[in-house]
């Protein structure tokens, strides 16, 4: 009966450990895909654009609500941004002023739907679970 019991108890704590230690990763990641973000936010550019893309490609257990859509939102985030690098240097090169024009002007669109979908990622974050 001891032995059940001990056991039982371990169990329980091993359990617990492993749940907290999932928690305490999924924060961790979460907080650092968001710090990258505002990072490249701030700095677009081929260095910031490569860290996001490291951290765009997290894990996050079920435990935390919305983890799928999360994920998924992150990876659209970071192929936007990767969309955004690329047509901020082929801007840079652009010799025509009306085809600038245009490039700045999907430029500008892309930006704008980067930024929609950060929105929708920090919505998911505080959203109800499985509310896509």
């Known amino acids: 009966m001891r032995k059940?019991?001990?056991?039982?108890?371990a169990a329980v704590l091993f359990l617990g450990a492993l749940v907290y230690s999932m928690g305490r990763h999924d924060v961790r990641v979460l907080s650092d895909?968001?710090?990258?973000y505002e990072q490249f936010d701030k700095t677009v550019s081929e260095q910031t654009l490569n860290d996001l893309r490291v951290k765009s490609a997290m894990?996050?257990?079920s435990l935390t609500k919305n983890d799928?859509?999360?994920m998924k939102v992150a990876q659209?985030?970071?192929?936007l941004a990767a969309s955004e690098v690329s047509m901020t240097k082929a801007s840079r090169f652009e010799n025509d002023r009306v085809a600038a024009i245009a490039l700045n002007?999907?430029?500008?669109?892309?930006?704008a739907e980067r930024k929609a979908a950060y929105s929708h990622f920090r919505r998911l974050l505080?959203?109800?679970?499985?509310s896509d």
Do not use: N
């Not at 659209?76 to 192929?79: E, G, L, N, T």
């Not at 002007?105 to 930006?111: E, F, I, P, S, Y």
């Open 59 to 61: 894990k996050i257990s």
């Open 4 to 9: 059940a019991l001990a056991l039982g108890v």
């Open 33 to 36: 895909f968001a710090a990258s």
């Open 126 to 130: 505080a959203a109800s679970p499985h």
């Open 105 to 111: 002007a999907r430029l500008a669109a892309l930006t």
């Open 76 to 79: 659209a985030i970071s192929d």
């Open 68 to 70: 799928g859509s999360m």
